[in-house]
Nanobody, 121 residues
Framework: QVQLVESGGGLVQAGGSLKLSCAAS??????MGWFRQGPGKEREFVAA??????YYADAVKGRFTISRDNGKNTVNLQMNSLKPEDTAVYYC??????????????????WGQGTQVTVSS
């Protein structure tokens, strides 16, 4: 069993930055990722990291950076140049074996509880 706890969300002005962190307890899994769900929207893929390989959704490419610390079993999401449309609850997720990059919810095995990110205009 793996438990995930996100932190680092908050309120920021457009153009600002935030860093989200996710700490995983239990065994180390191959892929760690981030999803988000905006108001009235479906949950969508943001970024994934399989060991040192990373993959991003087009909407965040060039602005967000995912990184992981395998020694600490954590994954971070550095978000720069934030836009109001980035407002969402951000979820950390992990998966073991399988295809890469995993961009759909069903591909992930464990989920965090989410952390709110609000970007004001």
């Amino acid at each position: 069993q793996v438990q995930l706890v996100e932190s680092g969300g908050g309120l920021v002005q457009a153009g600002g930055s935030l860093k989200l962190s996710c700490a995983a307890s239990g065994r180390l899994l191959a892929t760690m990722g981030w999803f988000r769900q905006g108001p009235g929207k479906e949950r969508e893929f943001v970024a994934a990291a399989k060991w040192s390989d990373t993959y991003y959704a087009d909407a965040v490419k060039g602005r967000f950076t995912i990184s992981r610390d395998n020694g600490k079993n954590t994954v971070n999401l550095q978000m720069n140049s934030l836009k109001p449309e980035d407002t969402a609850v951000y979820y950390c997720a992990v998966k073991g074996r399988g295809s890469y990059p995993p961009t759909t919810e069903s591909e992930y095995d464990y989920w965090g509880q989410g952390t709110q990110v609000t970007v004001s205009s």
